[in-house]
């Protein structure tokens, strides 16, 4: 990311939509890690046998035979997309299978294909520039869509920083205190499990019949995906995305629901909308300093910060290797 942050893009699974919202036959443009990809739809995706990929692509975006943007005027048809230059038509694996002029398809003729999850009715897809192959899983989330909570609702910003700076600041316990007025600094317990970070912290809610204790479990599965579960005042959680768009640009869906309270729709709203709310302002109040401060190989801890060296040491396990170096998965 340059001076300010000199990191590189960690490997793994990021989330590039929502099943629901891509109808069979669709395509979209897309741009993140610095490259301009497409994401589509199969035209007969409907008739998908359960676990496959719902014919769900995402392929780099630029024809091979003369670089036309497959977004731009290109097409579904059927089980592959068509090239608006010359009608050239590539299947979800990115071979070439049709060229309307031509008697050989030319040995080239491959694009990109990226290797697609579907999980919790979110379209995920694979980073790795070292050609690193899925080492890990995305865990389904039970509670979304039980009955039991309520429905969704996200909240998506776009920051100027790298996903390992928005980390950090999660187990930085000091800050919640410093920053976001919290009446007490929680203590933090983390640990790696495998490619799972897991962090546990106490919370002292704020409420109108006064404090109340809580709690924060914390579980991040690589780089692109986090479950964050509240207890305490009330039962919420957090589904986190993340995806970097280019060397100076991050984005994060955080999906919000709440458990609802027994009987009472009206009160389960009010805390949901209060508590959603809450945790949208410190969010907000973080952006100026992840903005603007710069990262710090060698920084001069205390025995009072967080455990940041242990995210540090999580987040190392999914940097692009060099190339010829033997394969290590975590």
């Avoid at 709203?269 to 190989?297: H, T």
């Amino acid at each position: 990311m340059g001076e300010r942050v000199p990191l590189p893009f960690p490997v793994g699974w990021f989330c590039v939509g929502e099943v629901a919202g891509l109808a069979p036959g669709e395509l979209r443009r897309l741009h993140h890690f610095g490259q301009d990809l497409i994401l589509w739809r199969e035209e007969n995706a409907e008739d998908i046998e359960a676990g496959a990929n719902g014919g769900i692509h995402v392929m780099d975006a630029h024809c091979p035979h003369l670089g036309a943007h497959f977004g731009y005027g290109g097409t579904v048809v059927g089980d592959s997309i068509r090239c608006p230059f010359h009608h050239w038509r590539f299947d979800g694996a990115g071979h070439c299978v049709d060229i309307p002029y031509a008697k050989r398809i030319p040995p080239r003729a491959e694009v990109a294909s990226w290797p697609v999850l579907l999980r919790n009715g979110l379209i995920f897809t694979w980073y790795a520039p070292d050609g690193r192959a899925p080492f890990f899983d995305i865990p389904e989330v039970p509670e979304f869509g039980d009955d039991a909570w309520t429905d969704v609702v996200a909240r998506t910003w776009q920051v100027k920083t790298h996903p390992q700076e928005m980390a950090e600041n999660t187990v930085d316990a000091v800050h919640f205190h410093y920053v976001h007025g919290t009446p007490h600094t929680p203590e933090m317990h983390a640990e790696i499990e495998g490619h799972v970070f897991h962090g546990q912290q106490g919370l002292t809610f704020t409420t109108p019949e006064g404090e109340k204790k809580g709690n924060v479990d914390i579980r991040c599965h690589g780089t692109g995906f986090g479950v964050t579960r509240f207890t305490g005042v009330v039962e919420t959680l957090l589904m986190i995305t993340g995806i970097p768009i280019d060397d100076e640009l991050h984005q994060t869906t955080i999906r919000y629901i709440v458990k609802k309270i027994d009987g009472n729709d009206a009160a389960t709203a009010g805390v949901a909308r209060a508590f959603i709310a809450e945790l949208a302002r410190q969010y907000s109040q973080d952006i100026p300093i992840w903005e603007n401060k710069k990262f710090l190989a060698r920084p001069a801890l205390c025995d009072g910060d967080g455990p940041i060296g242990m995210i540090r040491k999580y987040y190392e396990g999914f940097y692009p290797r060099a190339p010829g170096k033997e394969s290590q998965e975590r």
